[in-house]
């Protein structure tokens, strides 16, 4: 059985600091992938980056990076300079691969603060 | 392009009675799903679909069922609404190879049960 794990239910920032959002995961696929989704107080779930589990390269997308580590089994989120549109629930998810059912974590709430 | 549309955006529903809630598709995808969002618990899969005529259960599927007679559209049926069915449900959709491509979603349907 695949499961997500995100202790951190909530973090509270002021705006400008950095924030490492932690989430480990646990499959005994070999094969699988990662998502982060964001979720902001508006309600949608907004895609952020898919890693597949043969892709140990950190990846940096403006504000945001991703660090991924296959031997420690977790797929961190690090926002830099966080802003208050930063404000959401971030969501880590895990699939198999070509398998048909994701499973969440349960979510890390980040508030930013002016 | 509309992408996934889910109907109604709210609905409060008595215990015991029954009701549908829509989503449909305008990207050809085969693939479709329906989460619900809980406190704490992230979104757990109710039902998913790998194409018009398949379905097959999710994680916690009791109290829910669907078809998919279309493409287009997944609909998710309450045959007796029970308080702990109050959520927040949304439609997951993607294209073939859940690992190759994320889920997009539709904005949810917050339901309450009482």
């Known amino acids: 059985a695949q499961k997500v794990t995100q202790a951190q239910t909530e973090i509270s920032v002021v705006e400008k600091e950095d924030v490492t959002l932690d989430c480990v995961y646990e499959?005994?696929?070999?094969?699988?992938?990662l998502f982060w989704y964001k979720q902001p107080p508006s309600g949608e779930l907004v895609f952020l980056i898919r890693r597949n589990s043969f892709d140990e390269q950190n990846e940096i997308s403006g504000r945001y990076s991703w660090n991924f580590q296959k031997s420690t089994s977790s797929f961190n989120f690090t926002i830099t300079a966080s802003q208050v549109v930063d404000s959401a629930v971030y969501f880590c998810?895990?699939?198999?691969?070509?398998?048909?059912?994701?499973?969440f974590g349960g979510g890390t709430r980040v508030l930013v603060k002016p | 392009n509309a992408g996934v549309t889910q109907t109604p955006k709210f609905q409060v529903l008595k215990t015991g009675q029954s009701m549908t809630l829509q989503c449909a598709q305008d990207m050809n995808h085969e693939y479709m799903s329906w989460y619900r969002q809980d406190p704490g618990m992230g979104l757990r899969l109710i039902h998913y679909?790998?194409?018009?005529?398949?379905?097959d259960q999710g994680e916690v599927p009791n109290g829910y069922n669907v078809s998919r007679s279309t493409t287009e559209d997944f609909p998710l049926r309450l045959l007796s609404a029970a308080p702990s069915q109050t959520s927040v449900y949304f439609c997951g959709v993607r294209g073939q190879g859940l690992g190759n491509s994320p889920l997009h979603f539709g904005n949810g349907t917050r339901l309450t049960v009482t």
């Open positions: 499959t005994r696929d070999t094969t699988y992938y």
């Open positions: 998810a895990l699939v198999k691969a070509a398998g048909n059912k994701l499973t």
């Open positions: 679909s790998v194409g018009a005529g398949i379905t």
